[in-house]
């Protein structure tokens, strides 16, 4: 178990990468002031009810004015009425109807992509190919011009920060420092953007979120627009990417599954939700308690931080048989990868329409294309994500 995590140079608090789990599957760490949830069951029984524990766990903080502007209108940290009258809305931009056309955008814009490293015996396939991919289609989805998409490395600088989150001292100021200050640059793109938009409408997501009326009818503020579609690129313009390259590495260290693959393409999906649970990119996620309420046996008061283990979870032996095994067929699989419950990740489908398309062209391309041995993976720092954000590749 320990061979994947020591291989790939991950750190030790990555401990169910080997195979470690908790005896307390509920725990609070005192160092940091949070209660960790690890097991499945326990992760579930949090994702699951939003009325005990919400999404909104920026209220524990003494956030100020210029934090708290910078944060109104993530989607992800609303809840209720509220929360499902936004996912509606946002749901037209992630409908059967528009995965369908996106299939064939991302299957010519990947060929196009694809055709300069032709020849090459080596390339990074992030930086030379799934970055930019995924950053044209964002910026088709958001609509903004696809050739100023670097504007969004900004939210690379936030996964590389390895701050973690703290409920101690000036821990949580540091936390959300770290999270909004790279953005600035980036929030003042996207408000000429919104701008723009408001004045000529488009078929773009941003048009959808200037006509987004709330419950009371009022409509979005321009702060909180933008909030909201950095939050959009915070959770999706690198998860393919990530996937893709984490998927690399699970390939990689089991050759007889990679072989399988190869074999059979009907196992691309499943593999892709092997490689969420096994090797699962955002591995935390937050939340704060509304009522004093039972985990798993264990109670945790009223307005505390609890952070949801995901990577854990999925590597738990009580849901998952073998668990530390990867096994590209592996059916059923009800991992956590994408969330669950009323927050579930959005996005989801755009990402498993992405990564099936593009790792079908890339093996299509580069039948023998492996993992460069010469080149360690470049990995993003925060604590809270564990995902490739450079991987050498060859093609023979």
Partial sequence: MTDFADRWGLGPDKYWLRGRL???????????GVWQVAGYPEVLEVLNDSESFSADSTRLF?????QARLIKGDMAQMNGPEHIHMRRQVGRAFSPKRMEDLEGRITGLGDELLAPLAGRDR????????????????SELLGTPPEQRYMFKAVDQTMDADVQMSTVGEGGEEYFDSLLGPLLPLRDFLGEIIDERAKEPRQDLLSLMLEFRYLDGSPMARDEIINFAVAVLGAGHLTSPILIGNTMLCLESFPAQAARVRADRSLVPSMFEEVMRYFTPATTSYRATEVDVEVGGVKIPKDQMVSIQLGAANRDPRQFPDADAFDAGRAPNQHVGYGRGAHYCIGAAMARVETRVVFNLLLDRFPTLRVDPDVPPVFFGSPEFTGVRSLAVRTA
């Fill in 123 to 138: 390339f990074d396939l992030l930086g030379d190919f799934i970055d930019d991919l995924s950053g044209i289609l964002f």
């Fill in 22 to 32: 908790p005896d307390q599957k509920v725990a609070f760490d005192e160092a940091i």
């Fill in 62 to 66: 003494d956030v100020d004015e210029e």
